[in-house]
């Protein structure tokens, strides 16, 4: 089973947080040192704090880095006690080269896929904060693997937190497309007021139970169409095709086409020919977020000048912008010529946005953050899913029979009801995102001078929180190493105690920016799990398969699943 090691939590890497001054006061050289080491602290804070301002400010902030004022925290005793910026262990950079090099092929000791395995390696090696720093273009990133401090990032991050993703998607939107957003960015890649404004027009009819309820019926049509498919690309032996990687990208295009566009995109149609929309679609959705991986951690040389990586990109970009306009512009039409008295029920996502802003704009750009954020995450998370209920029969079959007692007849129609009581198939979501988190870690660019694991940390740094590693450390989770969905239950629907830390393992991150779709993320996995599972038994009778980085945590290979009917 692809388990990750076991891992130890590094006392011995830990910094001696209170070495107070009072304790090497004695002498005149111990006073200097005291002195030297306040001096490299601060020169180091300044030369982290320039590399990083580059990354940090948001174009669409359009402000200029505040004048810089000494901040409150560095009179506080924390501050004075902590150990220099300097001092954090990591992997020394190289002159002229830093620490790009290890990301690049053949001289590098990483791999792109093997991000994850990095992270642990790091952990490993370094302890529980981890500077690495001199990467071409982008400030240092700085792994936290203590829960307890991540817990603190997070709550103290203020109302427009800063999550440095997608500096790709932050140019396009910023620079090669400013005609088109102008000042309304959208959520991903914009930062402070601008992102809070965006994010609070759209947050409450995207997050609203009563949207997601709406949705519920369209999307279990969707994936009876897709189980169909499935059954008619079912070979001599029963098995899905090699790429059925694909297929599943295909149903979550389909799914959130239905979401963001209110529209049926045709992705799950027969026999596609290359130039139809729908695998137009399919083809620029793949090709824009696996290259964000190889654009964004390797040395981003697009920065500079266009390479033929990112103009394919660029060109892939506006291909959906056009998508959007034109499903977006047919809503508004049809809301215009649409006789409002005959409107009944509960009105689409697109429809309450397009109402209450009165902006086919805003509608636009939040379906596209919405389709660039929700297709791959999705797609990845049940490939994952699939994967793990393929090779753990008996957790499979524990699903199987809540399915069976919920659903006596396999073809009741679901419900919000019904759902909320699949507690084994929520739980077995949450324990293959605690061991295999599919987003393997999130990030804020720190906002505030900060004390992290006993060290100064200047604002501008990137603090990266890995999931991956830290929801599989024995000090934050009971016998991490075993895949055990029971505990994430409560007692009197079966679960088992235990030590779960809150902030170990958090697939949608925290706070005011956790992921706007996590409710249609939800919904879309379950259905198709109670779907699948109530009708259908899942089986991989192949060769172990690893995980591995292409933008997402996810199995690396085909996915030959066996399905046969119950
Ligand atoms: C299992 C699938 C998914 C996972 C694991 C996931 C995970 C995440 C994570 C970790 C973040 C960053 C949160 C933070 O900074 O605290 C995020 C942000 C986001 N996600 Fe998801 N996501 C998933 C599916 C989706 C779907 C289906 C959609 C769209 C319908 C979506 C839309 C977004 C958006 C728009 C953001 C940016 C929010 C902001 O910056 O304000 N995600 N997601």
């Known amino acids: 089973m692809n388990q990750l090691p076991k891992r130890v939590w590094h006392a011995t890497a830990t910094p001696v947080i209170r070495r107070t001054a ?45 004048a810089a004022a000494t901040p409150r925290i560095h009179a506080t005793a924390e501050w004075q006690n902590a150990l220099s910026y300097q001092e954090i262990p990591g992997p020394k950079p190289l002159p002229i080269l830093g620490n790009t090099w290890r990301l690049m092929p053949i001289i590098g000791q990483y791999t792109i896929s093997d991000v994850a395995k990095i992270s642990s390696l790091l952990h490993d090696r370094y302890g529980r904060i981890v500077r690495f720093s001199g990467l071409i273009g982008r400030p240092d990133l700085l792994f936290i693997y203590d829960a307890d401090e991540i817990e603190k990032c997070y709550r103290s991050e203020g109302p427009t937190p800063f999550r440095p993703s997608m500096p790709s998607l932050v140019k396009y939107k910023s620079v090669v497309r400013k005609d088109f957003f102008g000042e309304l960015g959208g959520v991903v890649g914009v930062h402070g007021e601008p992102w809070r404004q965006f994010r609070s027009r ?153 109402m209450s802003e009165k902006d086919e704009k805003i509608a636009t750009i939040m379906a596209l953050d919405l389709i660039l954020v929700g297709i791959d995450t999705i797609s990845m998370a049940v490939c994952s899913i699939l994967y793990q209920l393929a090779t753990r029969p008996a957790e499979q079959q524990k699903v199987h029979e809540e399915l069976k007692r919920l659903l006596p007849d396999a073809n009741t129609p679901l419900t919000i009801p019904l759902l909320d009581q699949m507690h084994h198939l929520k739980a ?109 038994k899942l089986e991989y009778n192949h060769p172990p398969l690893d995980y591995a980085v292409t933008f997402m945590y996810a199995p690396d290979g085909p996915l030959r699943f066996k399905m046969s009917r119950i």
Not at 29 to 34: C, D, G, K, M
Not at 297 to 323: D, E, I, S
């Open 22 to 66: 009072s304790k090497i006061a004695g002498s005149k050289a111990a006073s200097s040192q005291l002195l030297q080491r306040r001096e490299n602290s601060a020169t180091a804070t300044a030369e982290a704090t320039a590399a990083a301002t580059a990354d940090a400010v948001c174009p669409h902030l359009g402000l200029e880095q505040e």
């Open 202 to 354: 759209v947050q409450k009819p995207v997050l609203q139970l009563s949207t997601i309820r709406r949705y519920l019926q369209p999307l279990e049509v969707i994936t009876e169409d897709f189980l169909e498919r499935c059954e008619r690309l079912l070979d001599a032996n029963e098995e899905l095709p090699l790429d059925f990687d694909n297929e599943i990208h295909k149903w979550s295009l389909e799914c959130i086409g239905r979401v963001a566009l209110d529209a049926r995109l045709g992705c799950l149609e027969d026999n596609l020919t290359p130039d139809s929309e729908p695998q137009q679609i399919i083809d620029a959705a793949k090709y824009a977020l696996r290259n964000v991986a190889t654009l964004e951690l390797k040395a981003p040389y697009w920065r500079y000048f266009p390479t033929p990586l990112w103009t394919r990109y660029v060109k892939n970009m506006n291909f959906f912008v056009g998508v959007c306009m034109k499903y977006i512009q047919s809503a508004t039409e049809r809301l215009k010529t649409q006789d409002a008295s005959l409107r009944n029920g509960e009105p689409s996502l697109l429809e309450k946005v397009i």
């Open 428 to 536: 077995f979501i949450k324990e293959v995102f605690r061991m295999y988190s599919t987003v393997i870690g999130n990030g804020r660019t720190l906002q505030e001078d900060s004390v992290i694991c006993g060290y100064q940390v200047p604002k501008g740094v990137q603090a990266v929180f890995p999931t991956i590693v830290t929801g599989n450390m024995e000090e934050y989770v009971t016998d991490a190493a075993t895949f055990r969905p029971e505990r994430w239950l409560k007692p009197q629907h079966g679960g088992t105690p235990g030590k779960l830390h809150p902030f170990a393992s958090l697939p949608y991150g925290y706070g005011a920016r956790m992921c706007l779709g996590r409710r249609f993320a939800d919904l879309e996995m379950q259905i198709l799990l109670a779907k699948l599972l109530r009708n259908y």
